[in-house]
């Protein structure tokens, strides 16, 4: 099975911009890998942020994006706040079978 | 709106079997997608398997080797996860979500232990 890695934190400073990648085992991550982006706080259920690749659903921030970039599935959140403290999750598709990757534990200081 | 609301927390002896269900509202299984994904405390999410529109099933068969089953019930709005031969390290919280992961349920944590 593929082995998906995200880096393992991260740090962003108030009103900073920072991108999280997500890579694949099995080369360049592309559109048709249809990555899934996930906030998820200490107690809670994962929310998702960006749906293949680039989409946003209405309760998404401005701030956050999803992109392709150098070969991995990027989120870049651009002027941080102490709310987007948390960790983050994507997940890669491959043919009917998804794998998360590790998460990132983003801390906004 | 989209509700999807799981069962209770289970706790299981070694080698058993649970069942844990979704149910849902606002949400058309015939049409839409429910994914099943569990988190073990302080591990990353993990991918246990889908139903299609059409109530065929994939599950993650390299994790589980075939110890996990979904099925629905299209008159109830159900959906259903079931694992068996239980081991410690199934101690997690259950999550279904649709489609695009989109809508969660409150997750339902398996605790594994004799």
């Known amino acids: 099975q593929a082995v998906v890695t995200q880096e393992p934190s991260l740090t962003v400073s108030p009103g900073g911009t920072v991108t999280l990648t997500c890579g694949s085992s099995t080369g360049v991550v592309t559109s048709g890998h249809h990555t899934h982006w996930f906030q998820q706080k200490p107690g809670q259920a994962p929310r998702t942020l960006i749906y293949d690749t680039t989409n946003k659903f209405f309760w998404t921030p401005a701030r956050f994006s999803g992109s392709l970039l150098g070969g991995r599935a990027a989120l870049t959140l651009s002027g941080a706040q102490p709310e987007d403290e948390a960790e983050y999750h994507c997940?890669?598709?491959?043919?009917?079978?998804?794998?998360f990757g590790g998460g990132t534990k983003l801390t906004v200081l | 709106q989209v509700q999807l609301v799981q069962s209770g927390a289970e706790v299981k002896k070694p080698g058993a079997s649970v069942k844990v269900s979704c149910k849902t509202s606002g949400y058309t299984l015939t049409s839409n997608y429910i994914h099943w994904v569990r988190q073990a405390p302080g591990q990353r999410l993990e991918w246990v398997g889908i139903?299609?529109?059409?109530?065929?099933?994939?599950t993650n068969s390299q994790k589980f080797q075939g110890r996990v089953t979904v099925t629905r019930d299209t008159s109830t709005s159900t959906v259903y996860m079931e694992l068996s031969s239980l081991r410690p390290e199934d101690t997690a919280i259950y999550y279904c979500?649709?489609?695009?992961?989109?809508?969660w349920g409150q997750g339902t944590l398996v605790a594994v232990s004799s």
């Open positions: 997940v890669l598709y491959y043919n009917v079978v998804r794998v």
């Open positions: 979500a649709s489609d695009h992961y989109d809508y």
């Open positions: 139903i299609n529109p059409s109530g065929v099933t994939t």
